[in-house]
Every structure is written in C-alpha cells, then in structure tokens.
C-alpha cells in the first residue's frame, strides 16, 4: 500500500514529504496507522548525521496510532487498539531476560540501523529502498510497522494524539528520576537542561517527594515553565556558576543530579555538585567519542556515582501506562509541554524545536 512520509535524503536538510510504499506486515510485525508522533532531539540528532543511522530514511520513533493489521503470530494487540509505539529490543538476550530491556544487548541495531534483524526494508519509493524501522517504527509517516515488543496498548479514553511522546522524551526524563537514580522524598534534585526531558524529569521528582528541586538551564522561558511545573529554584549559568549557586543553596550538595545535555563541563559541573554518596545521571545524546573529565579526587573520596541512563530504565508496558494515570490525576502535566503541528508543518516543527521555541512538537498525521 502507498503511505505518506517525511524523508531524510541528506544531513542537515529538511525532511522531504513524499508518496512511498510500505509492505504488508510480517507474521511477527504490527501495522500501525499513526495518528502522532512526537519530534525527538534524536531524531534531529541522526538527521545530522551525528549517528550512524543510514539515508535515505524515515525517521520518527515517539509515535502513536491504531492497529491496522496484525500478523498471525501477534496475541499482544488487535486492529483497532490504540497503541504507543516505544523503543525496540530483542526480548531474549541476558538484559531483556532480566527485565531490563533498555540496555538490549542489541539495542543500538535494533534502533538505529533502520532494517528488520533480517537487513530488509519495508519502505521503498519506486524501486528505490527507502530505510525504515528506526526504533522498531519509523513514525515520520501515515503508517508504521512495529513489534509487539515496542508497542503498548494504552486506554480507549485518553487523548491518543498526546501519547507519542511517552514512548521516548518523557519516559525518559521520567524514568531517570523514578527507574535509574530512583530519587525519594525528601532529598534534593537538580536537572541539567530544561528541555522536554529535562523537565519530565523535574515532574517525576516532584512526583516522589524530593523537597529540593532545581532548574539549569541557559533560557529563562524555560526556567518559568519549571518553576510552574515544580522547581523550587531556578538557575541560569549564564549569568552566575551553577555549581557555586547549587551548593549554597543545598549547603553540601545534591542527592541526585540529572545531565539531559550531553555537554561535557555540564556533565563536570553537575558531579562537582554532587553531595557525598551523591548520584548523577546522564542522557544526553553527544557526539560518537565524547569523553568526560572529571575530578577523580573529588570523584572518588566522596563515593559519588555517575550512571549513564537509557530510555529511563523503563518497562514501557507499566511505566507508559502509570504516566497516563499520573497525568489524568493532575499530577504528571507533560500536556503544558506540547505544541501541534500538522504534518506538512514537520520540518517547521523540527526547526522550532532547535531554536527552542517549542519544548516538544507533536506532529498530526490526519
């Protein structure tokens, strides 16, 4: 059948709207009409060519849609489920058989290499292959093909066209805070980045009880909506040194900090605040070979840590669906985050993104 896409044929260029084919679903693959999806920092991240993932491609991996078609094996969902489509994995190496699926031993070829396990495509444009399974998904378009392990069926009664973003950002943001560094009431916070996941994560803390909740970032808009969503303090290390400002705001440093930048000194920064037996995550996306210096004295004798953290250390089928409940209840308002775009808005939805003048587009296939 033809489908509508968004296409990257060139790094660093706009998408290119176009009329492709995608094949029927395999015995174990899921068609999906998308209804949303949401615009990554990843997904601007391989455009650019940052990644390894190859061109052409159709990009897109927060994306959410009904169920079209099942293949036979398929017992998870039926057509006519709403669904969010998540991240891939294998299911059967030594990290999914422990439940810990984020860190799939086949994690990177399984999301970035755009081909089923098999090498194959479903997408091509006229005899051309055009790559595709970007995250076990490729969104960017009308249509989709996933797997029942990226896929969650979520709720008949819940706005589907906001959900795409729980596959990814705000998951991951969230799941930092409540999965990874598994922050508790009572203890201080600090996020690194304000941007969509940044301020997920400031959410989840929120939601656990921390007392002591801090905002960095270089925009002060956004460090407006933090405080709206949450933040105790605020500070932009633009105009004075985050680190002086975090400890004479704590008095010894921070419980639990949160890099969403991937900017080495930030990540420097961030640990340098670090109170004794203090926890730093990091997530952000940087370049293949970024290395981060840090202080091994400070490091050390200090029994700090520094965890890299993948898609929040999350079960997407019970975690997509508490967010959902967190955010029905009031207390999870991912919503104040999101902009709408239609689909022939997506690379103006790209590029606000970049400028920072929208924390997380949504983009409207219909």
């Given at each position: ?326 955010n029905a209840q009031g207390r999870f308002p991912f919503d104040k985050l999101v902009k709408f775009y239609d689909f022939v808005e997506i690379n103006q939805a790209i590029h606000d ?14």
């Open positions: 059948m033809q489908i509508k896409a968004a296409i990257a044929r060139a790094q660093g260029a706009d998408l290119s709207l176009e009329t492709i084919d995608i094949e029927e679903p395999r015995d174990n693959e899921i068609l999906v009409k998308v209804v949303a999806t949401g615009v990554c920092h990843t997904d601007i991240v391989v455009r650019d060519g940052m990644l390894p993932t190859p061109l052409p491609v159709v990009l897109g991996h927060e994306g959410a849609g009904i169920v079209e078609k099942v293949g036979r094996s398929v017992s998870k969902v039926k057509a006519g489920d709403k669904v969010v489509m998540t991240f891939n994995s294998c299911g059967h190496c030594p990290s999914c058989q422990d439940h810990h699926i984020s860190y799939c031993h086949e994690f990177f070829p399984r999301n970035f290499f755009a081909a089923r396990t098999d090498g194959s495509s479903a997408l091509s444009a006229d005899g051309e292959r055009i790559h595709g399974n970007f995250f076990g998904q490729s969104s960017f378009a009308t249509h989709a093909i996933c797997h029942e392990v990226n896929v969650v069926k979520v709720p008949d009664t819940v706005p589907l066209e906001l959900l795409g973003p729980l596959a990814c950002g705000i998951q991951t943001g969230a799941g930092a805070v409540m999965n990874a560094l598994k922050v508790s009431a009572g203890k201080s916070f600090a996020v690194f980045g304000s941007g969509s996941v940044g301020l997920s994560a400031l959410m989840a803390a929120k939601v656990v009880g921390a007392t002591t909740i801090i905002a960095v970032d270089m925009n002060d808009e956004r460090l407006d909506m933090a405080r709206e969503l949450g933040a105790t303090h605020t500070i932009n290390p633009g105009k004075v040194d985050a680190t002086t400002e975090i400890m004479a705001i704590t008095g010894y440093g921070l419980n639990f900090a949160l890099d969403t930048t991937g900017i080495s000194r930030v990540i420097r920064g961030a640990v340098m605040a670090l109170a004794p037996m203090g926890a730093c995550g990091i997530l952000g996306a940087s370049a293949m070979g970024t290395e981060i210096n840090l202080d091994e004295v400070h490091f050390m004798s200090g029994g700090r840590r520094l965890i890299g953290i993948v898609e929040g250390e999350s079960n997407p089928d019970t975690f997509i669906p508490m967010l959902v409940e967190l993104s970049e400028s920072g003048r929208t924390i997380k587009p949504i983009v409207r296939m219909q």
